[in-house]
């Protein structure tokens, strides 16, 4: 589980082709203290699996259905990445409950400056902007955010001055894709309801 609060922006410095998947080596020597093989690490808000360990690098396989079902795939070599390493138990919950399991990927709308008002407009697919309600939290890129509009095909959120600092999101041009991840809270509320709604109304209840 994370927080999506970035802990630092790693570079990714290869990208190699092995047998179905992607060899994914990121520089990153402020998240290496500490962290083994097999640890969970964030990257961009995909959660994955960390299968080699280097001087101040971390080495990732990205298999074919991670790529496809989230942003990764547009990476290349000198790509920046937000990076989290999983929560401890007994660490402080500062951003939202962010598993790391993409939901599907949005592409940048606008990302509109005015002084220090930042806007972002993520399109996205229906199903993805019913999950979202305004004030609500969603990850963007791994990054926790508040939501502050939804449309029936898109939101927007605002990103202060510190999370343009230490986070990717103020690099994001129109058009780009990026990953995109529901509050898990929300997306259970949202299930269970359309469940039981309609057999109530069926039953003349309100």
């Not at 808000?45 to 101040?56: F, I, K, N, Q, R």
């Not at 290349?76 to 990927?105: C, F, K, P, Y």
Request: glycine fraction near 12%; charge should be negative; include cysteine.
């Amino acid at each position: 589980m994370f927080t999506g609060i970035v802990e630092t922006v790693g570079t990714v410095t290869s990208l190699k082709p092995e047998e179905g998947r992607v060899r994914l080596v990121v520089e990153a020597p402020e998240v290496t203290e500490g962290v083994a093989l097999g640890d969970s690490v964030a990257v961009n808000g995909a959660c994955l699996t960390v299968a080699e360990l280097g001087e101040g690098c971390l080495a990732f396989d990205a298999v074919r259905e991670t790529l496809e079902r989230t942003a990764l795939g547009r990476l290349g070599e000198g790509s920046r990445v937000n990076l989290e390493r999983a929560m401890r138990a007994d660490a402080r919950l500062d951003g939202h409950i962010v598993q790391g399991h993409v939901d599907g990927t949005g592409r940048v709308r606008e990302l509109r400056r005015r002084g220090d008002d930042v806007q972002l407009f993520v399109d996205c697919d229906a199903d993805f902007a019913g999950w979202l309600v305004e004030k609500g939290s969603v990850a963007i890129e791994g990054v926790s955010l508040t939501v502050v509009g939804v449309e029936a095909e898109g939101f927007d959120v605002a990103l202060i001055p510190h999370t343009l600092a230490v986070t990717t999101l103020g690099e994001l041009a129109p058009g780009t894709p990026v990953n995109l991840e529901a509050d898990v809270l929300g997306k259970y509320v949202k299930r269970y309801l359309d469940r039981i709604l309609p057999s109530r109304g069926a039953a003349g209840t309100t």
